[in-house]
């Protein structure tokens, strides 16, 4: 199956200021899911968001769910530098023990 | 509760030789995914086991590569014969048996084929 998309490709903001990345999908899903790469380093689960959800909440971030249109947004309130790394969505398509469809991924720069 | 453990951590090979790359996945867990990352690029998945099964190795390229998960000891990833292409980051990730859709990520092995 295809890879997702994700826009934009890079994004470069001041500390404080809000980040939003987009995520689009091909093929019906049980679950999307965002994870972080700082450089060099291995993946972080951030969030979860099931199929029949449209909006979940942790802490600084905010995900939302379109599954007419396959795609998701990440939002990041009130940046800090230390939130500068890559991010990736992941699509699953079935429950427990199914692989995971990655993006390309957002680089996002949080400058002080 | 030590997280997904892969060794080596950085991998040199030359050209034609052998890669051997180690998994442990988190105690407790049963299925292990591998997946490579191309600079600049997302991850893709390679292949998927669980005790001594796989499961699902689409994602493999047809010849050189092979995925082990012995009842006893790490997941093993093989790379027969590189070439410069295989050049790239490893990482493997592991779940628990039931229920969890997340999969937890170890540091991964860059592999520089020279």
């Known amino acids: 199956s295809q890879q997702g998309e994700e826009d934009p490709q890079a994004l470069s903001i001041q500390e404080g200021e809000n980040a939003t990345m987009n995520c689009s999908y091909k093929?019906?899903?049980?679950?999307l899911q965002w994870y972080r790469q700082n450089s060099g380093r291995g993946l972080v689960h951030l969030i979860l968001i099931r199929s029949n959800e449209r909006e979940k909440h942790s802490g600084r971030l905010r995900v939302t769910l379109d599954t007419s249109k396959k795609s998701s947004s990440l939002l990041i309130t009130a940046s800090r530098a230390a939130d500068t790394a890559s991010y990736f969505c992941a699509s699953q398509k079935e429950t427990s023990g199914s692989r995971l469809t990655f993006g390309e991924g957002t680089q996002l720069t949080v400058n002080p | 509760n030590a997280g997904v453990m892969q060794n080596p951590r950085h991998l040199v090979r030359r050209r034609g030789q052998e890669a051997r790359l180690r998994c442990s996945p988190m105690?407790?867990?049963?299925?292990v995914y591998w997946y490579r990352q191309l600079p600049e690029e997302g991850l893709k998945f390679m292949v998927y086991?669980?005790?001594?099964?796989?499961?699902?190795e689409s994602g493999m390229p047809k010849e050189r590569f092979s995925a082990e998960f012995p009842k006893e000891g790490p997941s093993i990833l093989r790379i027969q014969q590189v070439v410069r292409g295989d050049s790239a980051a490893y990482f493997c990730a592991s779940s628990p048996p039931r229920g969890a859709n997340e999969q937890f990520f170890g540091p991964g092995t860059r592999l520089t084929v020279l």
């Open positions: 086991l669980q005790k001594e099964n796989i499961i699902d």
């Open positions: 105690k407790g867990h049963s299925h």
């Open positions: 093929t019906s899903i049980n679950n």
